[in-house]
């Protein structure tokens, strides 16, 4: 299988596994520590979703870009994380900019940033780096010709 086919399935196999910790991750942070994941009700209901997507879609990019070389193990999680994170704040920032009725640049930069160097906004970039180092053995197996686990009534009988 060519390396930019393999990289994309593995890289949106390895999104759609960001988006369950990150999901997981905030629910049990939240519930363990009392805290909401969005502190400021200004920021509306729509600005951790569309914060989180943004991450994922981040991860996305990212893995499919940096596993057509998945011999290459560092660049996947450090720009993995460094991605998710940023795409996280930008689009906080941007979210609260358009949803709080406070219409300035500082309090939208201020939010966006607290979020980021939060609970929440760290487990963004923890759970990229975690989800790139296991995707990049997997990327790595696919394009050195490994074949997808197979059911007992898959194989063959002489096996």
């Known amino acids: 299988m060519e390396p930019r086919r393999t990289a994309w399935i593995v ?3 390895a999104a759609a596994l960001d988006f369950a910790l990150v999901v997981c991750a905030f629910g049990f942070v939240s519930l363990l520590t009392g805290i909401e994941v969005i502190v400021d009700a200004e920021a ?9 997507g943004a991450s994922v879609i981040a991860l996305l990019l990212t893995l499919a870009v940096t596993l057509r070389r998945p011999d290459r193990i560092w ?3 450090i720009f993995s994380a460094i991605w998710a994170w940023l795409a996280l704040v930008v689009v906080s920032v941007i979210g ?13 930069l201020l939010f966006g940033v607290g979020f980021g160097i939060g609970w929440f906004g760290l487990l963004v970039a923890a759970l990229a780096a975690m989800t790139a180092a296991f995707a990049v053995p997997v990327a790595r197996g696919r394009g050195s010709g490994m074949e997808r686990p197979r059911w007992p009534w898959e194989r063959d009988d002489e096996e």
């Open 75 to 77: 660049p996947s999680i």
């Open 11 to 13: 890289a949106a196999f």
């Open 96 to 108: 609260y900019a358009f949803a709080s009725s406070a219409n300035t640049l500082l309090a939208a």
């Open 44 to 52: 509306g209901l729509f600005v951790a979703p569309a914060a989180i």
